[in-house]
């Protein structure tokens, strides 16, 4: 529960000052069970309502529903999961986590999931982890015949040096002629003095045999229960109006017991056009 401001004008929204009260309610339902022989098997998605009126007045949405089988094989997910690409690359809100994730709603953030959801959003992955060594491959079908299949594939690595954990993702997904493909490749840090930092890369090659290309980086740092987290991203499109850049800002300070207050700040661009400032405050409970 809190406060924030969308960034949309108030005469366009309705306020008087651009700030609105926020109240989001979101249930995640987690199942999993175990055959005879060993296998584990399972479900999950999540219900959300907002204090949007639509929402009040309607039916709750459900999303990021998905089914899983795993064991020694590996595991195979099926559903509204992250294609191998999104598997595979971290992302550079490395300390975060606002109410209306203002730190990630920046027209510089890349949330890095490639081409999901381009086709039904029904998504199946297979990954593995060896020691410090993880792969993963994944197929989202276009059930319509007008349109490509994708199919991605990732690699992850993890090593500990001098105690300072790292962590390295590569992925690559292909949607053929009608999405194009994309490249990325990421790289986070932990510290152990409370410091973190992540950057990330993105080649896109889009229909048409343009290309495009994005970065990110992200520092962080945590000390008791406060933590402080800053990213800054840019798109570098195909003409210069569809250029974008933009940097957030989080903060945490936990209060025990699943509380915690949260502040964001994400401001952005898209070409010349003028940059959308939000932000959001309030507290957080997890039950």
């Known amino acids: 529960m809190g406060i924030y401001s969308d960034g949309v004008a108030a005469a366009t929204d309705g306020t008087t000052d651009g700030a609105q009260f926020h109240n989001d309610i979101?249930?995640?339902?987690?199942?999993?069970?175990?055959?005879?022989?060993?296998?584990?098997?399972?479900?999950?998605?999540?219900?959300d309502d907002t204090n949007g009126s639509g929402m009040i007045n309607g039916t709750p949405g459900m999303d990021s529903e998905s089914v899983f089988v795993s064991g020694g094989f590996g595991t195979v997910t099926l559903g509204e999961t992250d294609g191998a690409f999104d598997w595979a690359m971290s992302e550079v809100n490395v300390v975060g986590g606002s109410l209306a994730d203002d730190e990630t709603a920046h027209a510089g953030f890349?949330?890095?999931?490639?081409?999901?959801?381009?086709?039904d959003d029904q998504i199946l992955r297979y990954d593995y982890s060896f020691g410090a060594f993880g792969v993963a491959a994944s197929l989202e079908m276009d059930d319509t015949?007008?349109?490509?299949?994708?199919?991605?594939?990732?690699?992850?690595?993890?090593?500990?040096?001098?105690?300072?954990?790292?962590?390295?993702?590569?992925?690559?997904?292909?949607?053929?002629?009608t999405y194009g493909d994309v490249t990325g490749v990421s790289v986070n840090a932990a510290m152990g003095?409370?410091?973190?930092?992540?950057?990330?890369?993105?080649?896109?090659?889009?229909?048409?045999g343009v290309s495009g290309s994005h970065m990110g980086?992200?520092?962080?740092?945590?000390?008791?229960?406060?933590?402080?987290?800053?990213?800054?991203?840019?798109?570098?499109?195909?003409?210069?109006?569809a250029d974008s850049d933009g940097?957030?800002?989080?903060?945490?300070?936990?209060?025990?017991?699943?509380?915690?207050?949260?502040?964001?700040?994400?401001?952005g661009s898209v070409g010349p056009a003028a940059s959308v400032d939000t932000w959001s405050l309030g507290v957080a409970m997890s039950f």
């Open 26 to 47: 979101g249930i995640t339902f987690t199942f999993s069970g175990e055959t005879d022989n060993g296998l584990t098997f399972g479900a999950k998605f999540d219900i």
């Open 110 to 119: 890349n949330g890095n999931a490639g081409l999901d959801g381009s086709n």
């Open 193 to 208: 003095n409370g410091f973190s930092a992540g950057i990330n890369y993105s080649d896109m090659g889009l229909p048409g």
């Open 247 to 267: 940097f957030g800002l989080a903060a945490t300070y936990d209060l025990g017991g699943g509380a915690s207050m949260k502040f964001g700040y994400g401001s």
């Open 217 to 241: 980086v992200g520092f962080g740092y945590e000390t008791g229960a406060i933590g402080v987290g800053v990213n800054y991203g840019e798109y570098d499109m195909p003409g210069a109006a």
């Open 145 to 177: 015949t007008a349109a490509d299949d994708i199919w991605g594939i990732g690699l992850t690595y993890d090593a500990d040096m001098a105690g300072m954990q790292l962590g390295f993702g590569l992925g690559y997904q292909d949607g053929g002629t």
